[in-house]
T-cell receptor, first 113, second 115 residues
Framework: AQSVTQLDSQVPVFEEAPVELRCNYS??????LFWYVQYPNQGLQLLLK??????LVKGINGFEAEFNKSQTSFHLRKPSVHISDTAEYFC???????????FGAGTRLFVKA | ETGVTQSPTHLIKTRGQQVTLRCSSQ?????VSWYQQALGQGPQFIFQ???????GRGNFPPRFSGLQFPNYSSELNVNALELDDSALYLC??????????????FGPGTRLTVL
C-alpha cells in the first residue's frame, strides 16, 4: 500500500519570495510521483511528474521538484512566487504496475502582496 | 483534442435519494477514474474503469457504482445518499499501456450537496 504525507497544511509567503512545499511518501513498490494544482472551484491540473531518470523535474509555471529516494520525498519548489500561484497543491503517488493514485491532504499556498 | 468534461456542475439532493454524475473523457483515453474530494481534503479514489470493466475499487461501499461506455463517456451512480456523500466528485481520464505512466487528466468536478 502507498501513503502520502504533505507536511504543511498551509504555507503563507510574500510575492517574489521562494517557496517549498513538502511531500513524503511511503510505498513498498516502485511509484510514479506527481504534483497537481487546484485553483478554487476547479479540477486538478498536473504541474509535473517523476517517472524515472533525473531526480530534478521541471514543470509548468516555473515549478520544479526533486525526487529523493533515500528520504522518500518529493518536495515542490519555486524560486519566486506570484499572487496567481495562490491555490491548493496536491502531491500524489501511483504504483508503476498498478492503477490507483493516492493523494496527500493538500497544501494551501497563500501568496501575499 | 477536447478535455475532460463533467455534468452537472452543481447538484443538490436529499438523503436517501439516488444520483447520477456524468463524465466525458478525453478522446482516445480508455481508462476513467472517479474520486471523491471532501471539503479541505485530498481526492479519495472511488474506482477505475478500463474498457467498460471495473478495474479496481477504493474503500467505498457498493452503493457507489459506475458505468463506462464505448464513446468515452462514463457515469458514477450513488444510491441511498447520505449526508457524508456531500463532496466534489472528480473524474479523470488516462490512456493505458506503455507511454502513459498513470498520468491523469481531470475534469472540473461536480459539487454534490446532500441535505
Amino acid at each position: 500500500a502507498q501513503s502520502v504525507t504533505q507536511l504543511d497544511s498551509q504555507v503563507p509567503v510574500f510575492e517574489e519570495a521562494p517557496v517549498e512545499l513538502r511531500c513524503n511518501y511511503s510505498s513498498s513498490v516502485s511509484v510514479y510521483l506527481f504534483w497537481y494544482v487546484q485553483y478554487p472551484n476547479q479540477g486538478l491540473q498536473l504541474l509535473l511528474k517523476y517517472l524515472s531518470g533525473s531526480t530534478l523535474v521541471k514543470g509548468i509555471n516555473g515549478f520544479e521538484a526533486e525526487f529523493n529516494k533515500s528520504q522518500t520525498s518529493f518536495h515542490l519548489r519555486k524560486p519566486s512566487v506570484h499572487i496567481s500561484d495562490t491555490a491548493e497543491y496536491f502531491c500524489a503517488v501511483s504504483p508503476t504496475g498498478g492503477f490507483k493514485t493516492i493523494f496527500g491532504a493538500g497544501t494551501r499556498l497563500f501568496v501575499k502582496a | 483534442e477536447t478535455g475532460v468534461t463533467q455534468s452537472p456542475t452543481h447538484l443538490i439532493k436529499t438523503r436517501g435519494q439516488q444520483v447520477t454524475l456524468r463524465c466525458s473523457s478525453q478522446s482516445g483515453h480508455n481508462t476513467v477514474s472517479w474520486y471523491q474530494q471532501a471539503l479541505g481534503q485530498g481526492p479519495q479514489f472511488i474506482f477505475q474503469y478500463y474498457r467498460e470493466e471495473e478495474n479496481g475499487r477504493g474503500n467505498f461501499p457498493p452503493r457507489f457504482s459506475g458505468l463506462q461506455f464505448p464513446n468515452y463517456s462514463s457515469e458514477l451512480n450513488v444510491n441511498a445518499l447520505e449526508l457524508d456523500d456531500s463532496a466534489l466528485y472528480l473524474c479523470a481520464s488516462s490512456g493505458a499501456g506503455t507511454g502513459y505512466h498513470n498520468e491523469q487528466f481531470f475534469g472540473p468536478g461536480t459539487r454534490l450537496t446532500v441535505l
